[in-house]
């Protein structure tokens, strides 16, 4: 097992934190400034209460970046927008084992689709609930807040699951990204690899930062 100080951390910043008046520009400079992925988030008004945006903005940047767009659905029933999605070019797709009721089947879609399959783990919801279907899982997203909203506070009580997680992952006969999403800061990210995450998603600690580029190295631990 690799330990946490040699694993290069992957970072992804959420669109949700950016100026959303100048999308195209943010995700330009993004991109400049070493980001690994873009995280998109989006929200349906009813899994989670608020609401962000659709495929359409998905497609329209998708002509003005080369990240790999990590979608995050927070929508349900999330089956009928698998395909919206894929096809607006999503590279990642991840989804809530609570937004559907068969995971198994809605990640061999996305899997089938090509694109790499993601599940989110809420803050209440054990990480056994993916341990059945880790052949076709890419991406474990620990939510360290509940979904919904940038700008809250890291919960703590997250790390032990992240732990959890990791031996499922060292285990796993294939390549699985660990990560945290949601109130990741220069104080918290550190917790976050500490306890075994590989990829971290910021909003706010890096789009509302004065220096994209220097938020992203702070975040990885570069600086
Ligand atoms: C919350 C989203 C997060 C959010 C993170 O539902 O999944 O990706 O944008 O924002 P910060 O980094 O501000 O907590
Ligand atoms: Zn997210």
Redesign the pocket.
Known sequence: MADSTSRRVTIAP????ADFGRLREEVTAIEAAGADWL?L?I?DGHF?P?ISFGPTILAALRKHSNLPFDV?L?IAPVDLYLDAFIDAGADHISLHPEAGPHLHRSLQHIRKAGKKAGVVLNPATSPDTVSWALDLVDIILV?S????????S?LTSQLPKITRLRQMIDAADHPIALAV?????MATAPKAIAAGADTL??????FRAADYAEAIAALRGDV
């Open positions: 959420s669109l949700l934190a995280h988030d929200m989670v608020n995050h927070m939510m807040v509940n979904p919904g909203f940038g700008g809250q890291f999403d949601g109130g990741i800061t998603i910021a909003g706010t600690s890096v």
